[in-house]
């Protein structure tokens, strides 16, 4: 059983960035693929990135509309993942939750994911 939390979301202005953390007080997380959804106001839930674990050469995804802006990362001995968002937009503005499963297909699905995180808020305004 994991126990997910996240941190690091807040309010920024447009065009600046923030890094997001999700760690696993059980230090499991290492097994894990991990991935990170978002859910604005009146939308569905979204998923925007991912990484595998070592087992699957922690490979990452991204949702197109991160690519090139946001960085996944993992730190198995901080027992860490990271979101790095950059040139953040008022479009990326959400709640942001961290999960962890086993990917199961070639790309990862929410139904992968077991574990999921309280939420971190994300808003972009000026």
């Known amino acids: 059983q994991l126990h997910l939390v996240e941190s690091g979301g807040g309010l920024v202005r447009p065009g600046e960035s923030l890094r997001l953390s999700c760690t696993d007080s059980g230090f499991e997380l290492r097994y894990y693929a991990v991935g990170w959804f978002r859910q604005a106001p009146g939308k569905e839930r979204e998923g925007v990135s991912c990484?595998?674990?070592?087992?699957?050469?922690?490979?990452?995804f991204y949702t197109d509309s991160v690519k090139g802006r946001f960085t996944i990362s993992r730190d198995n001995a901080k027992n860490t993942v990271t979101l790095q968002m950059n040139s953040l937009t008022p479009e990326d503005t959400a709640v942001y939750y961290c999960a962890a499963g086993r990917i199961r297909g070639a790309v990862p699905a929410a139904g992968d994911f077991n574990f999921w995180g309280q939420g971190t808020q994300v808003t972009v305004s000026s």
């Open positions: 990484i595998n674990n070592s087992d699957h050469n922690n490979n990452t």
